[in-house]
């Protein structure tokens, strides 16, 4: 079974802290996601990498960075937490190849910034 | 601007009877697209998923419509069960992937 680990389950951090979220996954797949879920807005790309060092920003990169240095992890980084960065987020992961396959998800890390 | 797009943010039905659930897209360039169901405080866990070279996949109670020209999928819950309650996200994938808003659906027994 694929798997797909966020470091935390729960995350409460101030204002202006630096944050990171990290996520492994253990089936040596080229393409990661980080996503983050809202209501009303769904889930929404932050940033993708299609491989190790590789990363292209999504719909909603500002105030977030990212980090790809082994094919198993790839980190999300908020360099100054605000209290609009409080929300669900979502790692997913998924391989390349002829065909096109689904993506797996972590189990998601509700992060709250006060 | 959002580039898949469900437009029903709920929706009810009676145990038995089909639910129908609707996405739209607007990038020509997706070519593969997704259904996936998610439960509160858990990640999304892939549901069913159609390439754009077909117009129909089923597997058991679950059907995929692609109407290509429309740029329009749907999805078919046939008999809908109280176990189906969940919110159901559809996604569209070319490079990387993105998804619509959601749905709430609610089975009633």
């Known amino acids: 079974d694929v798997k797909v680990t966020q470091s935390s389950r729960y995350l409460v951090k101030r204002t202006g802290e630096k944050v990171f979220l990290e996520c492994v996954q253990d089936?040596?797949?080229?393409?990661m996601f980080w996503y983050r879920q809202d209501p009303g807005l769904g889930l929404r790309l932050i940033y993708f990498?299609?491989?190790?060092?590789?990363?292209e920003k999504g719909d909603i990169p500002e105030g977030y960075s990212v980090s790809r240095e082994k094919k198993e992890r790839f980190s999300l980084i908020l360099e100054s937490a605000s209290t609009n960065q409080t929300s669900m987020y979502l790692c997913?992961?998924?391989?390349?190849?002829?065909?096109?396959?689904?993506?797996?998800f972590g189990q998601g890390t509700r992060l709250t910034v006060v | 601007d959002q580039q898949v797009k469900q437009n029903s943010p709920s929706l009810s039905v009676q145990e038995g009877r089909i639910s129908i659930l609707n996405c739209d897209y607007t990038?020509?360039?997706?070519?593969?697209f997704l259904w996936y169901k998610k439960y509160p405080a858990e990640g999304p866990t892939f549901l069913i998923s159609?390439?754009?070279?077909?117009d129909k996949n089923e597997d058991g109670r679950f059907t995929v419509f692609l109407n290509k020209s429309a740029k329009h999928l749907s999805l078919h819950i046939v008999p809908s069960q109280p176990g189906d309650s969940a919110v159901y996200f559809c996604?569209?994938?070319?490079?990387?992937?993105?998804f619509g808003a959601g749905t709430r659906l609610t089975v009633k027994p």
């Open positions: 990038n020509s360039m997706f070519d593969y």
């Open positions: 089936m040596d797949h080229e393409n």
């Open positions: 996604a569209a994938s070319y490079n990387d992937m993105r």
């Open positions: 990498s299609y491989d190790v060092k590789m990363k």
């Open positions: 159609i390439s754009s070279i077909k």
């Open positions: 997913a992961s998924r391989p390349i190849g002829k065909e096109h396959t689904e993506a797996f």
